[in-house]
């Protein structure tokens, strides 16, 4: 017999309407009552003595976890009254696709209006008069779970499921139904005469030994005290364990995984019953692999005759009312997100299906609330046929691009927007690029506002700076002028050098601009460049990371520490001397993504021979990084001497300054001492010290000039003296030659005097 549409129930609603029922009486939780339901766990002991529920075995998929107000109420008083009036439901009984007690427990209370009206007891047949006697007393005596429909049970038979599970063979069902035409030998199978489905679970009654899953036989005894088949007499007593060559027959049934497609991409793989649910939790085809414990009680079904009637019924004959209807309530319990996704065998791609409500006002004539709704809506809908946000900023870049440029006027005028703001951090860019100070950039701010560019606030650029770039110190420090006084002068540094430099490195990975230049810098190493200038009355000291493209350009330059005076040793010893811990620390323990750092030191050579403590290049020993004397250098470097050869170190510059200092530190015997003054304030070695190629070239170049320009001056002489007009000639143009160099030497003369003078 065909069960009605309304009787078939899925697992999803099943466990819904245990989330909304009461544990004890089954009671529905109104609307009012769902923020005042009680966990079944904070009661184990008081439920046990109250109403003898063992909560311990308690399947989340069978029994409700929570308790109503009312049954919490006579729980909290079960100490000082022993006996109570609540009427627990019977027994929960596993999920049944057709006529499921829970369910139909849960869909009578949420029926609306009046309750039935009960046949008067004079007129009615003694069974009907002991029918209402029965509900009147389940009535009075259920004070916990009470409502305005029957909130109690309407098992009429107690039945020992433990007794029935306890003689059925192991359940091997997935989610998915069994269905006939899943097994290999579609003729070896055996339904259960109650689900229409393949037996699972399986019992044997006594009376005409028909197989029946252990579940459907436990919900048909709850309502019937006969046997389904022949309609005998039956009890818990009357069903068996099936016999053992039965139970290893149905544990062999070959049944083709859960996502096995005939001709299309999916699993092909066929395996024995009791393998199924092991291959399905671990199948490449399953979308989700979530493990399913074993054992948990999973009962799905075919649909019945009258459901499959209606799905091979032709498109036409589904018209009417009816099937308005029909279609209503399958498709409306599946709607997430006001979209439904169909899959059908035949198609490839999914069918994707929108609920939208019909409009009683036009957008045009609504509230904002609700067309900012509306909006939501199309905004969901949009991404799903564009695939994803991407997809749907594109769709509204294409659509604007199709509008005309007065009609995107329009728009902006009717939306109230007649400002552009460009993205955070132009305002920077442009105080960067134009390299203006604060003051110029409100005044182009104020002038752009005019025409409908509205820049970020200067408050918003400086608190990105100061969350994006490290923390530096501006302060005024006490320095020497060459005067020889001390005044406090402005300085800004930054005072971790570490930090910035990992910062910097951290920030050019990003923007891919770190290179090694072809090997010339090896895979494992930062060459990392420190130097300083002074020009325009300030020091800049400033570092160069060497691993970009254009290592020595202004973009790459970035300072460190400025200071608005001379650069003279004290003061680059009060301002650098803290950066001489961090130097080291960057040599020989810092490491940047598992490479080391190698530090290099540039400079015009004043500044250099400064740091390193020496006199300068008037010395005696002038040159950074020998030992060789002024007058030595004139001599092939073959021919020097062997002190003359000596390289200078870190360490040799420490030893020379001591012993300068242990002899009195007296500045006229320098000398010998290899020309060291004072200590090293930059701990880098000598060997990595840039030579300043510049600077000798700016001397090297106007020496090879002036020899130049004496070469040609010679070649003048003797190309004139080869030209000559007549042999007789020569002797008086050898004369006049010999003048003109005279007077070309005298003004040579004349003009180092002048120099010197």
Known sequence: MPFPIDSLYNIDQHAGYLDQMCRVGGKKFTSCSQSTKYPVTEYKDQLWSKFKINISNDDPQVHPQYLCVNCQRVLSRAQSKPTGSCTPVNTWQVHHRINCATCSLFTRQSKGGRPPKRKSSSTGS??????????????????????????????????????????????????????????????????????????????????????????????????????????????????????????????????????????????????????????????????????????????????????????????????????EELTYHMVKPRVQDGLLELRSSSHGKPQLFARIAAPNVSSAHASSRTTQRRREVLDKIEQTVCGGSDGAHAQKVAGLQRLTKDERQTLLAEAGITTQSPSSGTLLAIKADMNLPWYQIRKLKRWLRDFGLELESERTARSFIDSHVPKYTAKDVPLTKRNGDVVMVAAVYFPDLVEIVLHDLDLYEQQSQLCWHDGVIPEDQIWLKLGGDHGGGSFKFVMQIANRHRPNSLDNTVPICVFNCQDTFANLDTMLNMYSDQIIRLQREVLWNGKAFAVFFFGDYEFQTKCYGLSGASGVRPCLYCLCQKKSMDVPAADRSDGDKEVRTLESLASDHARFVSAGANISQVKQFNNVLRPVILPIEVENVIIPALHLDLGIYPWMFDAFQAEVRQLDIKLAQTTAATPEDNKTYADLASLHAELRQSADVVADSQKKS
């Open 126 to 323: 003694a069974e009907c008069n002991n029918r209402n006697a029965s509900a009147s007393v389940s009535a009075t005596t259920n004070t916990a779970c009470t409502s305005t429909t029957s909130t109690t049970s309407t098992l009429t038979h107690a039945v020992n499921t433990e007794d029935i599970s306890s003689k059925a063979t192991p359940i091997y069902r997935v989610v998915k139904p069994l269905l006939r035409n899943r097994f290999v030998d579609k003729n070896t199978v055996q339904e259960c005469d109650l689900c229409a489905d393949i037996v699972d679970g399986a019992v044997l009654s006594t009376c005409c030994e028909e197989l029946f899953c252990s579940s459907c036989l436990c919900s048909w005894l709850s309502n019937n005290a006969s046997c389904p088949s022949c309609k005998a007499s039956m009890n818990e007593s009357s069903v068996s364990s099936p016999p053992k060559v039965l139970q290893r027959m149905i544990a062999n049934w070959t049944v083709h995984c859960d996502f096995y497609k005939p001709a299309l991409d999916g699993c092909q793989t066929a395996v024995p019953l009791s393998q199924l649910r092991p291959h399905v939790q671990d199948c490449a085809h399953n979308p989700i692999k979530r493990p399913t414990p074993i054992g948990t009680p999973i009962r799905t079904v075919t649909p019945s005759s009258a459901a499959a009637d209606i799905l091979n019924a032709s498109p036409s004959k589904l018209r009417g009312k009816f099937a």
